[in-house]
């Protein structure tokens, strides 16, 4: 009787946490879309800098381009229905972004790059005009997204970005990643007029400075008190306003 109630227990405990589920802004099982830069590869990839359009370069050919965008809607892995993909630098280096559907992340290769920046914009659907994300289910009190790979142990400079806005409402916070982990932004150190049970629209960014080889896990609400740690928005808002 003794063993069935720790079973019983463990159940409860197990039935208990799966009812948490947390809000998951992207799923990321869909793809971006074949490049039109790249006819000969079609490669479902956003790029600045060099990109081989083959097997091999030389002979194939080598396209350069300072900056990428793409817009995607009807996504059936969105939150909001739809995203705004894009990466650029004014400086030297290339930096590839695909997302992998079988792994479900986001992933960045940087090299040789100064202040390059991934971001991803979920702005309000036009398939769902006026949707809100209620982040707060489940009683989650912050958001994060995992980051992990090469370059996080000092040899690049990684920041991570969040921008949410609720009715007009909207903040951001960054974060120098500096070790593989989640990166976490608790709700309270946001503006308590921002609601984070309505919020109607999120971009996220990725800085890197260096070369990085970078796995992005999708960002989800989580139940955490870990404090961020806030860093300049200048440079990035100036960028991408």
Request: glycine fraction near 8%; hydrophobic fraction near 40%; include cysteine.
């Amino acid at each position: 009787m003794f063993r069935f109630g720790v079973c019983l227990t463990a159940l409860l405990t197990l039935v208990l946490a799966s009812a948490a589920v947390s809000e998951t802004l992207d799923d990321y099982i869909d793809p971006l879309p074949p490049n039109p830069n790249l006819p000969v590869t079609q490669a479902r990839v956003l790029w600045h800098g060099t990109y081989c359009d083959d097997v091999a370069c030389p002979p194939g050919m080598t396209v350069t381009q300072t900056e990428d965008l793409v817009t995607q809607l009807a996504l059936p892995g969105a939150h909001a229905s739809g995203r705004v993909v894009g990466v650029g630098s004014s400086e030297v280096g290339t930096t590839v972004v695909m997302i992998d559907t079988t792994q479900q992340k986001l992933l960045i290769k940087a090299v040789d790059v100064y202040e390059a920046v991934v971001s991803l914009d979920y702005p309000e659907s036009p398939q769902a005009p006026g949707l809100s994300i209620d982040f707060t289910s489940g009683g989650a009190d912050a958001l994060a997204l995992e980051i992990s790979g090469d370059g996080l142990d000092g040899s690049a400079t990684v920041t991570c970005w969040l921008q949410v806005s609720s009715v007009n409402v909207g903040e951001q916070h960054g974060q120098n990643v500096q070790a593989p982990g989640l990166v976490i932004f608790p709700f309270d150190t946001f503006s308590p007029e921002l609601d984070f049970s309505r919020i109607d629209r999120a971009f996220v960014a990725i800085g890197v400075t260096g070369s990085a080889d970078l796995t992005i896990g999708p960002v989800h609400s989580v139940a955490s008190s870990t404090p961020a740690v806030p860093t300049s928005w200048g440079a990035l808002k100036s960028r991408y306003r």
